[in-house]
């Protein structure tokens, strides 16, 4: 019964580095033809774009990594110390990195995550609207636990996308309405664990955007972003992609999150390396490379800092983005930050210089 979904340009992006590992690929001819926006401001909360100053006002705000392996307290809640500022977004999302699930063959593979049933309905309860299912965990106990996890979502009142029965379902974008506003929220993942993961139109699996390389399954996200955007006012689409605690964006995100913004994203958020990314913006949208762990396993340092990333709008126009920073307590869940040296530290991670990832960060 599985069933969900998936999902712009900062500038003609640079190679990241020199020593990148990967190699971008060459620009896929659905969005080969159309100019990239150019960066026009640095603040974090404002835009260049005319808005109707009667325009609506309306958010989404997503937030990273997110399992729940260990018990929680009798009373106490994962999200108590935010979830008040997530159920004030319009739409909120969440990358769900972990199955849900008592069933399944565990995955051979160096880290399996299986989460307690009262996680979903912990998500539901703080707030969280959507989750992605697109990344290297969701089926660490097979299909059996994708299946479980996704009806526990739905029981629970929470909508999965990125992953799904086959292709189409896990392709097919979560459509929102935020008054008359139409939002389409994609799901997609560049780090693909075995190639069995991966849907096709006969195998259930994760929405696949290419592993680490631009390559034909990106094409196939692009235009299905395109399509969603000929539709949709606003396009999300959360990503799973990037190298492990590098702090810099590699060449295969800076070109995806550009070739994504190209084709029609509004913002394109980022998750997987659980550490903090910069976010770059223009006066029509963002890409945050990523956003960190959220619910995790107590870390501190730079796997400790997170944050929740605040998209503003205006009726149909993107009218800025807000960083509110948080880091992991002793039970590994996001508490907003109390100091103003962890305030500093935090947003510096997010307004750091990457060659050839912005145009200029905010």
């Excluded at 995100?253 to 550490?275: K, S, Y």
Aim: aromatic share 4%; glycine share 10%.
């Amino acid at each position: 019964m599985i069933g969900i979904s998936l999902g712009a340009a900062l500038l003609g992006v640079a190679i990241w580095s020199a020593t990148d590992p990967v190699d971008a690929g060459p620009v896929p001819t659905a969005v080969a033809a159309q100019s990239p926006a150019q960066v026009s401001s640095n603040d974090p909360t404002t835009s260049s774009t005319t808005t109707d100053a009667a325009a609506p006002k309306w958010s989404v705000m997503l937030i990273g990594d997110t399992l729940l392996t260990r018990p929680v307290p009798e009373g106490a809640d994962p999200f108590g110390v935010q979830s008040p500022l997530l159920s004030t977004a319009d739409i909120a999302i969440a990358n769900l990195e972990t199955a849900i699930t008592t069933r399944g063959e565990r995955q051979v593979k160096e880290y399996t995550f299986r989460s307690r049933a009262e996680l979903a309905p912990h998500l539901h309860d703080a707030g969280v609207d959507i989750v992605s299912l697109a990344n290297n965990h969701s089926l660490d106990f097979g299909t059996v636990g994708l299946d479980d996890t996704i009806s526990a979502l739905i029981e629970a009142g929470v909508e999965p996308v990125g992953a799904g029965d086959n292709l189409a379902a896990a392709v097919e974008p979560i459509h929102r309405m935020v008054g008359t506003v139409r939002v389409a929220v994609f799901g997609a993942s560049q780090v693909i664990p075995a190639l069995k993961w991966v849907a096709t139109p006969n195998r259930a699996g994760v929405a696949s955007a290419g592993k680490n390389v631009v390559d034909e399954a990106t094409e196939h996200l692009l235009a299905a972003v395109q399509q969603a955007r000929a539709t949709n006012d606003v396009v999300i689409v959360m990503m799973h992609w990037g190298v492990e605690r590098a702090t810099c964006p590699t060449a295969v995100q800076i070109r995806t999150g550009a070739l994504l913004r190209r084709a029609g994203a509004t913002a394109v958020v980022g998750a997987h390396p659980h550490v903090l990314q910069p976010i770059v913006r223009d006066a029509t949208g963002v890409v945050a490379y990523s956003i960190g762990n959220f619910i995790w396993d107590p870390r501190s340092g730079l796997s400790g800092d997170t944050g929740i990333i605040e998209l503003d709008f205006a009726g149909t126009a993107f009218t800025g983005v807000q960083f509110h920073p948080h880091k992991l307590n002793g039970n590994g869940w996001g508490a907003i930050v109390r100091t103003e040296a962890d305030r500093k530290r935090i947003d510096a991670q997010v307004h750091r210089r990457c060659r050839g990832a912005d145009g200029s960060t905010w």
